[in-house]
Structure formats: structure tokens, C-alpha cells
């Protein structure tokens, strides 16, 4: 069975501190982590996948096979990153059902 | 733009009435998902469809039902709607290929049941 596990419901920061927001998967194959995000009246979208290995937002996550974590990373926290953050797992392949974990709100203080 | 489209954004139905949740992309995906959203919960899969007339259950497919009769449209259906159903439902849909890609969301369904 795939899971993804996200420890915080909540994580409060102050503005211009570092984030790191935890992301733990279980999956037996080889699988695909993505980070979506929801901000306040907003719909549900992709923020980053571990396959692009790209920044977005100044935001980054590397895949660790290893600590099986895919932890999301931001040097300096802005105001506008309080948003609701989702882990998810998909297996390789368009067959493959997503996972999501419960979600983390992240709450940048001012 | 990825265009995915719920038939309401707010539901109320009473308990024991039949719920049907319509949603429509515009980008000719081929696999669509439905999720329902509760606070400490996340996301979780109730059914998906990776083809026309083709379903596969998800992590919580009990009391629900799907139907996919063309490509660009995923019903949830609520058979007999009970207190317990009472939550947001978020469609989705992606392409299908050789990777897993991004999901594009609707904006929801906040459906109540009294």
C-alpha cells in the first residue's frame, strides 16, 4: 500500500525565516512526489514534482530514496506563502493512482 | 488553460436522496479523479477513471458510485446520501503517458447533507 505522511497540521513561521515543511512516503516501487498547494479561495494546484528537479516560488524538494522523504525547502518565508501544502505519491505511469497526504498549513507571521 | 468545471459549488441534500456531482474538463484528458477534502484528513481518492467506461476504486469507494459514458465528464454519485458524506468534493484530471502528471483541480463542491 502507497502512504504519504505529513507530521504537521500546522507550521508557523515568521517572515523572511527558513521552511521546511515533511513529507515521509511508503511505496514498494519506484515512485513519483509531487507538492501541491491551496491557497485561501483558490483551487488545489501542482507547486512542484521531484521529476523536474526545478525551483518554483523558491521553493525546492529533492527526493530521498534512502529516508524515503521528499521534504519541501524555502530559504526565506514570504506573507504570501501561507497556503494549506500537499504531499502526494503516484506509482510510475498514467495507470497510477495519486496519494495525498493530510496536508500541511503553513502560516507566515508578518 | 486547463479548464475543469463542477456543476455547483455548493450542495445542500437531505439524508437518503440520490447526489449527483458532474464534472467536465476541456483538455481531453484521458484519467479523472475524484477526491473528497476534510480538515485533518487531506485529500483522499474515492474513484478514478483512466478511460471511457473504465472506473477503479480508490481509497474510500464505499457509498459512492461513478459513471464515465464520454471523455470529458466524471460523475460522482451519492446513491443515498447520508450526514457522513457531508464534505468538499474536488474533481481532477490529468493526462495519461509514460509519467505520472500534474493533476488540474475544479474548484470544489461543498456539499451538506442534513
Known amino acids: 500500500a502507497q502512504r504519504v505522511t505529513q507530521p504537521e497540521k500546522l507550521l508557523s513561521v515568521f517572515k523572511g525565516a527558513p521552511v521546511e515543511l515533511k513529507c515521509n512516503y511508503s511505496?514498494?516501487?519506484?515512485?513519483?512526489l509531487f507538492w501541491y498547494v491551496q491557497y485561501s479561495r483558490q483551487r488545489l494546484q501542482l507547486l512542484l514534482r521531484h521529476i523536474s528537479r526545478e525551483s518554483i516560488k523558491g521553493f525546492t524538494a529533492d527526493l530521498n530514496k534512502g529516508e524515503t522523504s521528499f521534504h519541501l525547502k524555502k530559504p526565506f518565508a514570504q506573507e504570501e506563502d501561507s497556503a494549506m501544502y500537499y504531499c502526494a505519491l503516484s506509482g510510475f505511469g498514467g495507470y497510477q493512482k495519486v496519494t495525498f497526504g493530510i496536508g500541511t498549513k503553513l502560516q507566515v507571521i508578518p | 488553460d486547463v479548464k475543469v468545471t463542477q456543476s455547483s459549488r455548493y450542495l445542500v441534500k437531505r439524508t437518503g436522496e440520490k447526489v449527483f456531482l458532474e464534472c467536465v474538463q476541456d483538455m481531453d484528458h484521458e484519467n479523472m479523479f475524484w477526491y473528497r477534502q476534510d480538515p485533518g484528513l487531506g485529500l483522499r481518492l474515492i474513484y478514478f477513471?483512466?478511460?471511457?467506461?473504465?472506473?477503479e476504486k480508490g481509497d474510500i469507494p464505499e457509498g459512492y458510485s461513478v459513471s464515465r459514458e464520454k471523455k470529458e465528464r466524471f460523475s460522482l454519485i451519492l446513491e443515498s446520501a447520508s450526514t457522513n458524506q457531508t464534505s468538499m468534493y474536488l474533481c481532477a484530471s490529468s493526462p495519461r503517458g509514460g509519467v505520472s502528471y500534474e493533476q488540474y483541480f475544479g474548484p470544489g463542491t461543498r456539499l451538506t447533507v442534513t
Open positions: 511505496y514498494s516501487g519506484s515512485p513519483e
Open positions: 477513471s483512466y478511460d471511457v467506461k473504465m472506473k
